[in-house]
Each structure stands twice: as structure tokens, then as C-alpha cells.
């Protein structure tokens, strides 16, 4: 298991229940039977203007997931985010260990 940040741009026009629901299962994808100790740290950054427009949008609402991973997970995890269609992009980062 290694750090891992997860950083998702969510579609700006999203209700606040759906986008808490949203970033509820983005968290669960990530760890999928959390407890309080292994729970993802949620860094909401809130809505931001885009640099350039992604479908047709030019605001974003970003959250940053700070969290362990088994490597072998990434790739189920990125398929259920770009399936997503309130997710406008993702980023998975290995964080270094120092």
C-alpha cells in the first residue's frame, strides 16, 4: 500500500446532494469497506475556473483525495471515474515517500 492523491474536477452545475453523494462514492471506490483510520482525507477546493473549457464548461468544483491504494486498484478506480459523467477529469499521483 502506498500514498496515493486523487483529485477530481466535478461538473460545476451539479446540486450540493448529488455532488456529496458523488464524492461519497468516488470515496468508497477508493476504499471501499473505510473505517475512521483508513477513510480518505477529503480536500475540498470548491469551484474554479478552467483553464481551458471541458464540455462546454468553464468552471469546475475540485476535490482532492488523499489516501493508501494497493497499486493493482488504480486501474478499476480510473475506469469507474472516466465512466462518471459528473466527473469532468481525474488524476490519480503517487505521492513520494521522503
Not at 464540455?55 to 494497493?70: A, H, I, P
Amino acid at each position: 500500500m502506498r500514498k496515493y492523491e486523487v483529485t477530481i474536477i466535478v461538473q460545476p452545475q451539479l446540486e450540493e446532494g448529488a455532488r456529496k453523494e458523488l464524492i461519497a462514492r468516488v470515496s468508497g471506490w477508493l476504499v471501499p469497506d473505510a473505517t475512521e483510520e483508513n477513510k480518505p482525507v477529503e480536500n475540498h477546493w470548491g469551484s474554479r475556473k478552467l483553464a481551458y473549457p471541458i464540455r462546454k464548461f468553464t468552471d469546475g468544483y475540485y476535490v482532492m483525495f488523499e489516501t493508501d491504494l494497493d497499486s493493482t486498484r488504480i486501474g478499476d478506480i480510473e475506469r469507474n471515474m472516466q465512466y462518471s459523467e459528473d466527473i469532468l477529469r481525474y488524476l490519480v499521483i503517487r505521492q513520494d515517500e521522503a
